[in-house]
């Protein structure tokens, strides 16, 4: 094999600026996927890490069973009742995998600046957990804060933030005091003080115009109910989460529990479209990749053959068989293939550090607020482009080189 290689270097040598060519295709086509491959990682992890820790969801929820169907139009018929909570919280805490278990209740009410009222929904949620979630949170967009002023607080459940859009529809600002209505489970209307704090980013933009974030504590007292509609379940590896699912699933069933899990994929519905439409992107990129990639070996091998007819000729009378011939051409593509892989990784690496120092920034898919713009580079595509296209080159040569094979030693021998 050695002797093959030194003789597709020299034979590579023969014509520089088509092997110069082909090696060059090669090498952007393999900088193109892997550049495009690591931004769509960069897009994927940014929007699991905003959702799971940015907006404090985690990875796993529970809800009531039926609340998925049902809980949108009889929201308060689906909660989680105290006794509910306190066995889920049990079942949760014997696993070493969980790292935080907090609960949450969604509401929706009126909101009221004194003068005209307008229709909100809240999060309601633990303050201090949705804290930690966010502090877990791997890279800027994990970390990020999607609201403007003070954090909520527990112990001030009167506290609240409002989204831009709600605040500037009722004229309210931060420091500025509103009224909260809504109807309790019971059927009984309530009503409650509250100071604005925060302006949230609504992470979409039909909610900008109803969205609030309260401590759990006014939700609940709100409601006039000690009952959540969902527990969230942050997970210390997210590799888990889909064996975590399965395993709390058996245990809540032999516990006689009756609700249902969804990870945080499920809940974020737009999360598997975004990441179908870049894999429909990834795939045409590829695609046009690999015509590139055929066409060019293709083109080499081919013209190679005609320029060295009388050479396999000799090579073919000195007791070569056919297949060395095959073998010759197949190494060259070979070389070709890991020369152009060679130099579309380090266009890749170059491409990652010029995004690394131009730091350019952008408003992603569901982020509210602009991050840095990255890309990863991704080991497993680096490796699996280098295996591809090199075997993508040897392929493409099989044709031509089986061509040159055949010929006759004769009319090998007297081609002009």
């Known amino acids: 094999m050695p002797t093959w290689i030194k003789i597709g270097v020299r034979n590579l040598f023969k014509n520089k600026r088509r092997s110069l060519f082909t090696i060059g295709a090669i090498a952007l086509g393999f900088a193109a996927v892997n550049l495009f491959g690591g931004f769509t990682a960069y897009v994927f992890k940014g929007l699991e890490d905003s959702f799971v820790y940015a907006m404090g969801n985690g990875h796993l929820a529970v809800f009531k069973q039926g609340f998925l169907k049902e809980g949108l139009i ?41 003068k005209v009222s307008t229709i909100m929904i809240a999060e309601g949620r633990v303050a201090e957990d949705v804290r930690y979630i966010r502090d877990k949170g791997r890279g800027f967009v994990g970390k990020i804060k999607l609201f403007d002023g003070d954090e909520l607080d527990d112990g001030k459940p009167s506290r609240v933030g409002v989204s831009k859009g709600l605040a500037e529809k009722l004229h309210l600002k931060r420091g500025s005091d509103a009224i909260v209505m809504a109807t309790t489970v019971d059927g009984q209307m309530n009503a409650m003080d509250v100071s604005m704090v925060q302006d949230l980013d609504a992470a979409i933009e039909v909610l900008d115009n109803m969205l609030m974030s309260v401590p759990l504590s006014f939700a609940q007292q709100l409601y006039d109910t000690k009952s959540v509609d969902r527990l969230t379940i942050l997970l210390r590896d997210p590799r888990d989460t889909r064996a ?32 179908n439409m870049f894999n429909v992107m990834f795939s045409l990129l590829f695609i046009i990749v690999f015509v590139i990639v055929v066409l060019s070996v293709i083109n080499t091998v081919s013209m190679a053959v005609m320029e060295r007819t009388r050479e396999i000729g000799t090579l073919r009378s000195l007791g070569l068989k056919r297949r060395g011939i095959v073998t010759m051409f197949a190494t060259e593509s070979a070389l070709l293939g890991v020369a152009g892989s060679a130099l579309g990784l380090a266009l890749t690496a170059a491409g990652w550090l010029a995004v690394r120092l131009a730091q350019p920034t952008w408003i992603p898919p569901n982020i509210p607020k602009r991050v840095p713009l990255e890309v990863y580079l991704v080991p497993d595509y680096l ?22 094979a055949r010929l006759s030693i004769i009319d090998a021998l007297g081609h002009v």
């Not at 809540?252 to 994929?265: M, Q, S």
Request: net charge positive.
């Open 244 to 275: 975590m699912r399965r395993e709390l699933e058996r245990r809540f069933r032999e516990a006689g529990l009756a609700v249902e899990l969804r990870t945080w994929e499920e809940l974020r519905v737009s999360y598997l479209k975004i990441r």
């Open 383 to 404: 490796l699996a482009s280098l295996v591809f296209l090199v075997a993508l080159a040897v392929l493409a040569a099989v044709i031509p080189a089986r061509r040159a």
């Open 74 to 114: 009889h929201p308060t018929r689906y909660l989680l009742s105290e006794q509910d909570l306190a066995r889920l919280r049990e079942l949760c805490a014997q696993d070493p995998r969980i790292d935080r278990v907090t609960p949450q209740l969604n509401i929706s009410g009126l909101l009221s600046n004194g």
